[in-house]
């Protein structure tokens, strides 16, 4: 994704995919802050329909990442590996994640205004060639993907609330 691009998260990102891809996770955002003692955090989530993640499947991750991280040092100085699930305002990160996602309502913060605005949020109506189409409040707008600086989808609490209702 072009907001990520060239970053030590992105780079970090396309070398720990494929890894967590074979034990049967997405690693869907990578964040490094750097601070006094710099933190290391990675989002999962499981490949295909799954559950959602677990203590156990976070704890899995973070051995296994620290084993990489151990061998290869692509960090500079003392740092703390965070694993988490993506939660219920996941990001989204690639073209693929905007897709899979469609319908859904999302929040997404601009690199520079569209429409005076940095911000918007509305539902997701499909991404073809690197834009993305959202309808906020009845107009539909083209977003390039190049454009967005963050993006997170708006929990849909009843939704989740349903789902539980009906045992799920």
């Known amino acids: 994704m072009a907001y990520l691009s060239g970053s030590l998260g992105e780079r970090l990102r396309d070398w720990l995919a494929p890894a967590l891809e074979k034990l049967g996770y997405e690693l869907i955002q990578v964040e490094h ?3 006094r003692r710099a933190v290391l955090r990675l989002y999962i989530d499981h490949l295909g329909a799954g559950d959602g993640i677990t203590l156990d499947d ?3 991750v973070s051995d296994y990442v620290s084993g990489l991280l151990d061998v290869e040092d692509p960090l500079p100085g003392a740092y703390s590996l965070e694993v988490s699930s993506p939660g219920l305002d996941r990001p989204l990160v690639t073209a693929e994640h905007f897709r899979r996602f469609l319908g859904s309502e999302a929040r997404l913060q601009l690199h520079r205004p569209l429409h005076g605005s940095r911000r918007l949020r509305g539902r997701l109506c499909g991404e073809a060639g690197g834009v993305l189409e959202i309808d906020v409040d009845g ?4 977003v390039p ?3 967005i600086r963050a993006a997170r989808l708006v929990p849909d609490l009843a939704a989740q609330l349903r789902s539980k209702g009906d045992g799920h």
């Open 33 to 35: 802050v750097a601070t």
């Open 145 to 147: 993907l190049a454009d």
């Open 139 to 142: 107009q539909r707008l083209q």
């Open 58 to 60: 976070c704890q899995k």
